[in-house]
C-alpha cells in the first residue's frame, strides 16, 4: 500500500467538526435496512456536458488514471478534477455549498459524512443506480438518513490486528480470539523479546474515541438508542473502556509511544509487537524494514479479538455524493456508478491500494492472492457505522479525551462513561 498517513490525514478530516455554517435537516440514524432512493433512475446512454468533481488528496489521486475507460466512453464529457488537501477539504467544502458553488460531485468519509447527509445538500441516490447489497452492509448505511441513501461507497477499510508472526512463534502463542485473550498475547510477545506487545494509538483523540465505540459494541453495548438518544453511561462502555485501559495498566501498552509516524518503526524494530490499524499497513512494512520480504516472514494479521457480542469493528473509507444544486446530475450520477463497479474498484486498488467497498471485487486476484488481507475482510463483513448525527466527532473527541485519564489511572471507567454522556447530552445530535 503506497498511502503512508491515511490516518494522519484522517486526523486532520475526521475531526472537523461542520456545524452551523448551513443547515442541516432529518441527520439522523440510517436504518437497518438498505434505503429505497426516491430520484429518477439514470440511463445508459452516453454522458456529455461538463462535471466538475471535488475530492481530498490521497486515494483520489489516481482517479484521472482509473476513469480513463469512462472518459473514452464518453467522449462529449469534459471531466475536471480539483483536489484539495486533507487537511482543508471539508472545510473548503462547507464553504463551497453554503455560497452556492459547490461541485457536481463530492468525495467523502463515511465515518465522518453525516453532516451532509440531507436533501438541501445531496441528491438521494437514484433508483437502480447500484445494488445497495453488493457493498458492505455498514458502508452503505452510513450514507443513508431516514430510508433515503445520500451517497455511495467508494472504497473501503477496518481496524484488525497486525502483529508478529515471528514472536508469536517464538512465544508459542496463535492470535488472541477473545478479550481475555488479549493481555496475555502482549505479554507473551513481550517475553519472545519485544518492548512492548502492543504499539497503541496514544493521540488521544476522535480516533481514539472510534476505538472505544467499537469495543462497546464488542461487549454488546450501543452508542445511540433507537429514538436516537445517547446511551454511553451504559455498563458495556465501562467494560470496553476498562478493557481499553487494560492494555496500558498491564503493561503491555505505553501511554505516550510510540507516536502516530513512529508506529511502524517500532513495530519492524521490535520496540513493539502488534497494532490495531488499517490494511494499508500491510504494504508499507517492507519500506519501513528498508527489506523486501521483511513482512511476508515476520507479520501476520487477524480480526479482532471477540467480546461477549463478537469481534465488531467499524467501517471507514470514501464515498461519493452528488451535490443537491449539480449542474449535470445525469453525468454526476453516471460517474459514480462507474465508480462503484467492482472492476473500476479494483483498478483502483491496483493504481493506490484502496480496498473494495464492494464485496465482490474482493475475489479478484490482485487482492484474494494476499493472504494478509484476509483478515480485513473477515473483519468487514462485521463491522457497524458511526453513528450519523452531526455531533458524533466531537462525542468521539470526548471519549479519548476520557480513555486517557482511564489509562493513565487518574479516573475510573464508570466516571469516564459518566463524564462522556453528560458531554454528548450536552450537544445533542443535531438532529431536528
Known sequence: MSNLSRRGALRLT???????????????????????????????????????????????????????????????????????????????????????????????????????????????????????????????????????????????????????????????????????????????????????????????????GQDVAMYAWQAGGSLLSSAGEWTLDTPAMVDAIKYNASFFTSGAADTSTPTFLDAQPYFVAGKTATMITGPWVVG????????????????????????????????????????????????????????AKPNTQVAQYKAYSSLPAVISAWDDPAIADQPLLDAFLTQLKNTRAFPQVSTWQQVATRLGREMEAVAKGTETAAKAASNVQSYAESVGTGAK
Not at 462529449?76 to 462547507?94: C, G
Not at 453554503?98 to 468519509?109: E, I
Not at 445497495?132 to 477499510?157: I, M, N
Not at 461519493?320 to 446530475?329: F, K, R, Y
Open 14 to 208: 475526521g475531526g472537523i467538526a461542520l456545524i452551523g455554517t448551513f443547515a442541516l435537516a432529518g441527520c439522523g440514524r440510517s436504518g437497518d435496512t438498505a434505503a429505497t432512493a426516491t430520484a429518477e433512475p439514470v440511463d445508459t446512454s452516453p454522458a456529455t456536458g461538463t462535471l466538475n468533481v471535488w475530492a481530498a488528496q490521497g486515494d483520489a489521486d489516481v482517479l484521472d488514471k482509473v476513469i480513463k475507460p469512462f472518459e473514452a466512453a464518453n467522449p462529449d464529457l469534459d471531466v475536471k478534477f480539483t483536489l484539495i488537501p486533507n487537511a482543508e477539504y471539508y472545510t473548503k467544502l462547507q464553504s463551497a455549498i453554503a455560497a452556492g458553488k459547490g461541485p457536481d460531485v463530492a468525495q467523502f468519509f463515511p465515518e465522518s459524512q453525516a453532516q451532509f447527509l440531507d436533501p438541501s445538500i445531496l441528491q438521494a441516490v437514484p433508483d437502480g443506480l447500484v445494488d445497495p447489497d453488493s457493498f458492505f452492509k455498514s458502508l452503505w448505511d452510513a450514507g443513508v438518513v431516514k430510508d433515503v441513501a445520500y451517497t455511495v461507497p467508494w472504497y473501503a477499510y477496518t481496524y484488525a490486528l497486525v502483529y508478529r508472526s515471528d514472536l508469536a512463534k517464538k512465544a508459542g502463542v496463535k492470535a488472541p480470539a477473545t478479550w481475555d485473550e488479549m493481555v496475555p498475547f502482549f505479554k507473551a510477545l513481550q517475553g519472545a523479546g519485544a518492548g512492548h506487545g502492543l504499539g497503541a494509538d496514544n493521540g488521544w483523540d476522535i480516533f481514539n
Open 284 to 339: 508499507q512494512l517492507d519500506t519501513a524494514a528498508k527489506k523486501d520480504g521483511w513482512t511476508a516472514s515476520h507479520v501476520a494479521t487477524a480480526p479482532l479479538p471477540a467480546g461477549a457480542s463478537g469481534s465488531v469493528s467499524f467501517s471507514a473509507g470514501g464515498s461519493w455524493g452528488v451535490l443537491a444544486d449539480s449542474g449535470n446530475s445525469d453525468a454526476s450520477w453516471k460517474l459514480v456508478r462507474y465508480l
